[in-house]
């Protein structure tokens, strides 16, 4: 009798086992079809199981943060690190958040901690970058750039973000060379000159920028965002048509132009 109890339970425990992986693997599915709802509903299943399997908490906070659910993605987060301290994707993912949420300098403290968990992941190296960019650290961020930029450099926008952190640095050439191939990998050269453009701005190399803004404004003679910019760079060099074509823009509902009236007074 005893045997057949304990053969019984051990049949038991391995379709509750059988069961329990075809929900990590159901979970799984759903995640990759952007059915986040029922993922976290199979992975709940799951973790009250399996309360310390760190992937399956990992796509559980992935699947909160696709949902904006960010406090319940935060917890997994920081349940994942309170098991494996040195799970580089919990720091990174609570990084990302602090981010998005414009909180760069503990964005930043994440991220290096991420960093050095995992030296070669692309996106953990990438957005470090951007988010030494936003703290103004712009050689930290241009290095951190390049690092990335040897483990993928067909990325359009890591060449626009390092473009901007060289030209903040006074980097004249490497600025150019960065840019230029952010034009060329951008899928549409047109919005790739019209980024630069507005970059180039930004950091005071008018000429450059003004010659991108011309570019749009020949395939495009409506683009009124572009004909904004283009009268900004003319003001600024003292040419006084720029001013007309800022007010021309803000006459016909450019936002950007309405908001640098100011230039011409």
């Given at each position: 009798?005893?045997?057949?109890?304990?053969?019984?339970?051990?049949?038991?425990?391995?379709?509750?086992?059988?069961?329990?992986?075809?929900?990590?693997?159901?979970?799984?599915?759903?995640?990759?079809?952007?059915?986040?709802?029922?993922?976290?509903?199979?992975?709940?299943?799951?973790?009250?199981?399996?309360?310390?399997?760190?992937?399956?908490?990992?796509?559980?906070?992935?699947?909160?943060?696709?949902?904006?659910?960010?406090?319940?993605?935060?917890?997994?987060?920081?349940?994942?690190?309170?098991?494996?301290?040195?799970?580089?994707?919990?720091?990174?993912?609570?990084?990302?958040?602090?981010?998005?949420?414009?909180?760069?300098?503990?964005?930043?403290?994440?991220?290096?901690?991420?960093?050095?968990?995992?030296?070669?992941?692309?996106?953990?190296?990438?957005?470090?970058?951007?988010?030494?960019?936003?703290n103004?650290?712009?050689?930290?961020?241009?290095?951190?750039?390049?690092?990335?930029?040897?483990?993928?450099?067909?990325?359009?926008?890591?060449?626009?973000?390092?473009g901007m952190?060289?030209?903040?640095?006074?980097?004249?050439?490497?600025?150019?060379?960065?840019?230029?191939?952010?034009?060329?990998?951008?899928?549409?050269?047109?919005?790739?000159?019209?980024?630069?453009?507005?970059?180039?701005?930004?950091?005071?190399?008018?000429?450059?920028?003004?010659?991108?803004?011309?570019?749009?404004?020949?395939?495009?003679?409506?683009?009124?965002?572009a004909?904004?910019k283009?009268?900004?760079?003319?003001?600024?060099?003292?040419?006084?048509?720029?001013?007309?074509?800022?007010?021309?823009?803000?006459?016909?509902?450019?936002?950007?132009a309405?908001?640098?009236?100011?230039?011409?007074?």
């Amino acid at each position: 009798m005893l045997r057949k109890f304990n053969i019984s339970f051990l049949i038991f425990l391995v379709l509750l086992f059988s069961s329990c992986r075809s929900e990590l693997y159901e979970a799984e599915d759903f995640f990759s079809e952007k059915n986040y709802e029922k993922a976290i509903g199979s992975l709940n299943t799951y973790l009250f199981f399996h309360v310390t399997d760190i992937k399956a908490l990992h796509l559980r906070a992935r699947s909160y943060e696709e949902i904006g659910e960010i406090k319940e993605a935060l917890a997994d987060y920081e349940r994942i690190i309170s098991l494996n301290p040195e799970y580089a994707q919990a720091h990174a993912g609570i990084g990302k958040i602090l981010f998005n949420q414009k909180e760069y300098k503990e964005a930043e403290l994440r991220l290096l901690r991420a960093a050095k968990y995992d030296p070669a992941d692309f996106e953990i190296l990438y957005l470090l970058g951007r988010t030494l960019l936003q703290n103004r650290n712009f050689k930290l961020a241009d290095e951190f750039f390049q690092k990335a930029k040897e483990l993928n450099d067909q990325h359009p926008r890591l060449y626009f973000y390092q473009g901007m952190a060289r030209a903040y640095q006074g980097d004249v050439l490497g600025c150019a060379a960065s840019f230029n191939q952010y034009v060329k990998l951008e899928p549409d050269n047109l919005v790739g000159r019209y980024n630069r453009g507005f970059a180039l701005m930004k950091v005071g190399y008018l000429e450059w920028a003004l010659e991108d803004f011309e570019a749009v404004l020949k395939e495009y003679p409506d683009h009124l965002e572009a004909l904004a910019k283009k009268g900004i760079c003319l003001a600024k060099m003292g040419d006084s048509q720029g001013c007309q074509f800022i007010q021309q823009a803000a006459s016909k509902g450019s936002d950007y132009a309405l908001n640098h009236l100011d230039i011409c007074s």
